[in-house]
């Protein structure tokens, strides 16, 4: 199995900029690929942006340009990094990673709450 630790999260104002992180451990070595995705309150869980193990990137509609994903295998991380925030950002954000052969884990969430 494995386990996602999150970090960042907190309340900007909108036009700034936050960056989260997710650290990856256990079974590291059978993830595939890893991911953001966010709730917003009344909202259904959406994906934000994946990445997978060779460094291909997904993103949806509403954050192109704006927010980046990486990835440090070297560290098992998976980086956002979020500019231009908008109001409409605002959401619990989760960490997800998907394995081969088993299914995908989940972070315990992080709060982004964008100010106008």
């Known amino acids: 199995q494995v386990q996602l630790v999150e970090s960042g999260g907190g309340l900007v104002q909108a036009g700034g900029s936050l960056k989260l992180s997710c650290v990856a451990s256990?079974?590291?070595?059978?993830?595939?690929?890893m991911g953001w995705y966010r709730q917003a309150p009344g909202k259904q869980r959406e994906l934000v942006a994946t990445?997978?193990?060779?460094?291909?990137?997904n993103y949806a509609d509403s954050v192109k340009d704006r927010f980046t994903v990486s990835r440090d295998n070297t560290k098992n991380t998976v980086t956002l990094q979020m500019n231009s925030l908008k109001p409409e950002d605002t959401a619990v954000y989760y960490c997800?990673?998907?394995?081969?052969?088993?299914?995908?884990?989940w972070g315990q969430g992080t709060q982004v709450t964008v100010s106008s």
């Open positions: 997800n990673a998907a394995l081969y052969g088993f299914p995908s884990y």
């Open positions: 256990g079974r590291i070595f059978s993830i595939d690929a």
């Open positions: 990445i997978s193990n060779g460094g291909s990137t």
